[in-house]
C-alpha cells in the first residue's frame, strides 16, 4: 500500500520492488493489479486559511506586492503624462502614428516581450556588452567604477529594479491611453481665456490642463497598479524567484502546492485590497467633478 500525491495506491503481487537513485521505490508490474482511492474529505467550514492570510510573513509579501505597484504606477505617470500631454499638442504631427508605434509591442506575446527584456539585461546580454566595450575603450571610467566596487558584470536581473523594469515597460501603455484620449478632447477655448486673463502656461495646466485630464489619470492609474499588483509572471523570470510577490504565492497554492483554499483565501485579500483602491480613486473623482461644477458656475 502507498500514497501517491495524496491518493492510496495498492499494488496487488506479483511485482518487483526497483529502487531508485534517488531512494525512492518504484514497482514493476506483472500480473499484478493496481487499484487507487483517492481519500473521501469532509468539507468542514473554518477560518484557519484567514488567521493564515494574517501571518506576518504573507502580509510582509503583500506590502512588497502593493510599493512595487506603487512604484511602477508612479514610474507610469512620470512617463506617460508628459509623452500624453506632447501627442495631444496642437502643432505636433502624425500623433496616429506614435500613438501606432505605442501600441505596437503590445500586440507581441507578453512572454516575449519579458524575456527580449531578460536577453538584453542578462550578464552576457546586449546592456553588459555596452558596458565592457564602453570601460576598455575608456580607462579611467573603468577604474573609476572598479574603485566603487562595480565589478566587471554588472547584475540588472534577479532584483527589485528589474521587476520594475519590466512592470513599467509592459504597463507604461495602459497610462499614456487613456491620458491622450481625455486631454485631445479638452476645449482649446478654455486654454485661450485663460491666456486672455492673463494666466501662465504653468497656471493654464494646473487650473484648466490638470483637472480636465483628472479622469483619464484615474483610469491610467487604475489599469497600471491593478495587474501590477496582481502579476506573477514578470516577478518569477525577471526577479528569478528572489522577489516572491503576493501573485507568486496564489499561482503556487493552486499550483504545486494544490493548496485550493488557501489560494482562494489569498485572492479574496487581494481582491479587497484592489477594490478599496478602485473605490478610493472613485470617491476622488467623483470630488474632483463636483469642485468642476462649481467652477463652471
Known amino acids: 500500500m502507498i500514497v501517491y500525491y495524496g491518493v492510496t495506491v495498492e499494488v496487488t503481487p506479483p511485482y518487483e520492488e526497483i529502487v531508485q537513485a534517488d531512494g525512492s521505490v518504484a514497482f514493476a508490474l506483472e500480473d499484478g493489479a493496481v487499484t487507487a482511492e483517492r481519500p473521501q474529505k469532509e468539507t468542514v467550514f473554518s477560518l484557519s486559511n484567514f488567521r493564515r492570510m494574517l501571518e506576518p510573513?504573507?502580509?510582509k509579501l503583500l506590502g512588497r506586492s502593493l510599493k512595487i505597484a506603487a512604484i511602477t504606477t508612479?514610474?507610469?505617470l512620470l512617463l506617460g503624462y508628459p509623452v500624453a500631454m506632447?501627442?495631444?499638442g496642437r502643432d505636433f504631427k502624425r500623433p496616429a502614428l506614435w500613438l501606432m508605434l505605442i501600441i505596437l509591442p503590445m500586440w507581441m506575446n507578453f512572454l516575449l516581450r519579458?524575456?527580449?527584456?531578460?536577453?538584453?539585461?542578462e550578464n552576457s546580454g546586449i546592456l553588459n556588452s555596452w558596458i565592457t566595450a564602453l570601460r576598455e575603450a575608456v580607462p579611467a571610467l573603468d577604474a573609476w567604477l572598479t574603485d566603487r566596487g562595480v565589478g566587471r558584470k554588472i547584475i540588472f536581473l534577479y532584483n527589485e529594479n528589474a521587476v520594475i523594469l519590466g512592470m513599467v515597460y509592459n504597463y507604461l501603455s495602459f497610462m499614456i491611453m487613456p491620458i491622450?484620449?481625455?486631454?485631445?478632447?479638452i476645449d482649446r477655448s478654455l486654454l485661450e481665456a485663460a491666456a486672455d486673463l492673463g494666466a501662465s502656461p504653468t497656471q493654464s495646466f494646473l487650473r484648466v490642463t490638470l483637472p480636465y485630464s483628472l479622469p483619464g489619470v484615474l483610469e491610467g492609474v487604475t489599469m497600471v497598479f491593478v495587474p501590477a499588483v496582481t502579476t506573477f509572471v514578470i516577478s518569477q523570470l525577471m526577479g528569478g524567484g528572489k522577489v516572491p510577490l503576493i501573485g507568486d504565492i496564489i499561482q503556487n497554492q493552486f499550483g504545486k502546492s494544490s493548496d485550493w483554499h488557501f489560494g482562494s483565501t489569498l485572492s479574496l485579500l487581494v481582491m479587497v485590497v484592489v477594490l478599496a483602491f478602485m473605490g478610493a480613486l472613485n470617491r476622488i473623482d467623483k470630488e474632483e467633478a463636483a469642485q468642476k461644477e462649481v467652477r463652471i458656475l
Open 86 to 88: 506632447i501627442l495631444s
Open 114 to 121: 519579458t524575456y527580449a527584456w531578460m536577453s538584453i539585461l
Open 180 to 185: 491622450y484620449t481625455v486631454i485631445v478632447k
Open 74 to 76: 508612479g514610474i507610469c
Open 57 to 59: 510573513t504573507y502580509l
